[in-house]
């Protein structure tokens, strides 16, 4: 069983940037797809990125980030990110990293989240 651990959330103001990291630990890392999700209260959870199982894997966004968040992995240590460029207001929420096994089906695992709030 692998654990997440968001950090990197905080307060910026519209137009700024943000790098959020997922640690994974207790299992192995290359073997889940990745993902990155994001809730706001009273909201469905959204879908934000995914990457595939290395570092070079294929890539994708839903299209209210698509230019301005890029998903990357680090293999060797163990990490996730996420780069949010050119924040804006309705970006507001907490974003939550999640494991899959496979790449068509839902996470089997997922952090805790981190608050990302960006004031107007």
């Known amino acids: 069983q692998i654990q997440l651990v968001e950090s990197g959330g905080g307060s910026v103001q519209a137009g700024g940037s943000l790098r959020l990291s997922c640690a994974a630990s207790?299992?192995?890392?290359?073997?889940?797809?990745m993902r990155w999700f994001r809730q706001v209260p009273g909201k469905e959870r959204e879908w934000v990125a995914s990457?595939?199982?290395?570092?070079?894997?294929?890539?994708s966004y839903a299209d209210s980030v698509k230019g301005r968040f890029t998903i990357s992995r680090d293999n060797t240590k163990n990490i996730l990110y996420l780069q949010m460029n050119d924040l804006f207001p309705e970006d507001t929420a907490m974003y939550y990293c999640?494991?899959?096994?496979?790449?068509?089906?839902?996470?089997?695992?997922w952090g805790q989240g981190t608050q990302v709030t960006v004031s107007s």
């Open positions: 999640a494991a899959a096994f496979y790449s068509s089906r839902p996470p089997n695992y």
């Open positions: 207790g299992s192995t890392f290359i073997n889940y797809f």
């Open positions: 990457i595939g199982l290395s570092r070079d894997s294929n890539t």
